[in-house]
């Protein structure tokens, strides 16, 4: 986490069913023991699953607050940045979902919420319940994003980002860990596929489906060899480039930090002049398309800042030349 830190990461995604609440404990200990400054990081968490009480799940106005209290004693915080609902809850009214958010909002324990997992139908649903009551709506939603789940992303939530200004946040950038190329198949000792209570990723890993994404990943490896990157990093540069605007994409953190500084350098290194000829002659966007996200993504990465590209004015090829002279590709 300290290496993710350092390297720029600033967002750290919990919930309170993660290993039952001890997830929350620990990183709580950490942020207290690093004393890093608070308006430097993001810390999300995910409400819906608090323990086995029946009060204690779902998105009910009494377990949205007491389950948030229970997260900020655990993680040792006075707010959290996001809370979301971790799913959506049809035995609880959108009203009453949407009046305990914002009343943990107004109360001060968070300052944004957010779905996660939620249709296009509910999400628009919570927005328009907001708006009625005056009541706060949703900033963004968290879905699972990655080279074989983007049906979601791309053709279900776009038309919420311009219509309603609602943002996302990934999970899952690597498919459960499948996009490595790497395990072809089997489940390495290290993998959370091995633990009992993830019997479900092991059997997801070794289904027939499992296999088929497995052979898709190693049809990608000459590309990648090609561009003198590992498959993960394609992947996340891809889905980096080609994402909404207001995308904020999530990398889970390995027990070895090496990944992280592969994977988080991937994106700016990894996508010259080569990936984005690959991606054009794939028809998979137009040529203005594909510029025109590279320049928002060189904004967003803050690349060329050390060189002056800010608000000046420059030609795609200009700023292709300085992207490969700052990097020396």
Request: aromatic share 10%.
């Amino acid at each position: 986490m300290t290496v993710a830190y350092e390297h720029g990461v600033n967002l750290f995604d919990t919930a309170e069913v993660y290993a039952a609440g001890k997830a929350e404990r620990t990183l709580g200990n950490i942020l207290k023991s690093k004393g890093w400054r608070r308006s430097s990081y993001i810390i999300t968490t995910k409400i819906f699953w608090g323990g086995q009480a029946e009060t204690e799940k779902g998105l009910s106005r009494k377990h949205i607050i007491e389950g948030l209290w229970g997260s900020l004693e655990r993680l040792q915080l006075g707010y959290v940045d996001i809370v979301f609902a971790n799913r959506w809850d049809p035995n609880s009214p959108m009203e009453e979902i949407v009046r305990a958010m914002t009343f943990v909002i107004n109360q001060g324990l968070a300052l944004y919420w957010g779905t996660s997992r939620w249709g296009a139908a509910e999400i628009m649903e919570a927005y328009s319940v907001a708006r009625q009551f005056n009541l706060i709506p949703p900033a963004c939603e968290q879905a699972e994003y990655h080279l074989f789940q983007k049906d979601k992303m791309e053709t279900q939530l776009p038309e919420l980002y311009h219509k309603i200004g609602v943002g996302s946040v990934t999970w899952s950038p690597l498919a459960y860990g499948v996009i490595t190329s790497k395990n072809e198949g089997r489940i390495p000792e290290t993998c959370r596929g091995t633990i009992k209570s993830y019997q479900w990723l092991k059997d997801k890993v070794q289904s027939e489906d499992g296999k088929k994404q497995q052979v898709k990943v190693m049809d990608l490896l000459p590309i990648a060899h090609q561009l003198g990157c590992t498959v993960a990093q394609l992947s996340i540069g891809e889905e980096t480039l080609l994402s909404e605007p207001k995308t904020i994409k999530g990398v889970s953190l390995p027990t070895n930090p090496q990944p992280i500084t592969q994977n988080r350098l991937a994106c700016v290194r990894h996508f010259p002049h080569a990936i984005l000829k690959i991606i054009v002659e794939r028809g998979e966007k137009t040529k203005n398309d594909i510029f025109l996200a590279f320049k928002q993504f060189i904004i967003n990465q803050r690349i060329l800042f050390s060189l002056g590209w800010g608000e000046k004015k420059h030609g795609n090829v200009i700023i292709m030349a300085k992207f490969k002279y700052h990097f020396k590709i």
